[in-house]
């Protein structure tokens, strides 16, 4: 077993002849991933973070970094940032009960998880729980999703704090070709943000692409 870290937890592993992503973690199996010496599998079809690991790039997360994720369903992708932001916290946004009672059950196993049911349209109604944080993660897949990033990072943001934001082109606009919208999405980000980087999340996630800013 080969075994290479990109950044604090997470390791690129070739094993049985296959490279996969995996976090360090003192935790078992949330969503049927497999756990193996210490590490659990980080599965780039479930997770869009994994991907972009996998895909080489690396998001310089640091142990201590505060998060707001916006859209954290079950919590597939809230379990490995949780095993990487050991000494930080993630105030996790979810508003569909159905994803967020299991995602309660990940959150009490977990002390840096403060799992809120809320809109993340209307973040002035967490605005007293949830403070100034390093980074925010997107992944809501609404028409207004770029709307809703200015929105949180404006009151939850640090100055010179980073985000990411997961793009799907369908669920913003389905009547004109995806490297339109996602050329649009980039020109609307640019006017608030700097752009890291992006890219597509293809093979893992079809249509999609990330987008890394710095406010
Ligand atoms: C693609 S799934 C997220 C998957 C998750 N990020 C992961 O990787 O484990 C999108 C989630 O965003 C949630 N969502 C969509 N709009 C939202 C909003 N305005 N406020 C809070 N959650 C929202 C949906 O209920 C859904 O659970």
């Known amino acids: 077993m080969k075994i290479r870290k990109l950044v604090h937890n997470v ?5 049985d002849g296959k490279e996969i992503i995996a976090t360090k973690s003192g935790y ?8 193996f010496d210490g590490y659990r599998e980080w599965i780039p079809y479930r997770s869009k973070l994994a ?6 790039y690396s998001i310089k997360f640091k142990p201590n970094w505060k998060i ?9 992708t809230a379990s490995h940032l949780a095993d990487i932001v050991e000494d930080g916290i993630i105030y996790a946004i979810e508003y569909s009960a159905k994803p967020f009672a299991k995602f309660l059950g990940l959150a009490k196993e977990r002390k840096n998880i403060i799992p809120i049911l809320e809109d993340a349209s209307k973040p002035w109604r967490y605005s007293g729980i949830v403070e100034k944080v390093d980074f925010i993660y997107q992944d809501i897949a609404q028409k207004n999703q770029i709307e809703i990033f200015k929105l949180n990072s404006k009151i939850f943001l640090k100055k010179g704090g980073e ?29 608030n943000f700097e752009i890291l980087k992006h890219g597509s999340l293809e093979p893992f996630h079809k249509d999609h692409i990330f987008v890394h800013v710095r406010s």
Request: charge should be positive; hydrophobic fraction near 40%; charged fraction near 25%.
């Open 163 to 191: 985000g990411m934001i997961m793009v799907k082109a369908r669920s913003i606009d389905s009547t004109v070709e995806s490297e339109r919208v996602f050329s649009r999405v980039i020109e609307d980000l640019s006017k």
């Open 11 to 15: 390791y690129l592993i070739e094993k």
């Open 28 to 35: 078992g199996s949330h969503y049927g991933e497999k756990v």
């Open 68 to 76: 707001l994720y916006l859209g954290a369903a079950s919590g597939t």
């Open 51 to 56: 991907a972009i690991f996998l895909k080489g």
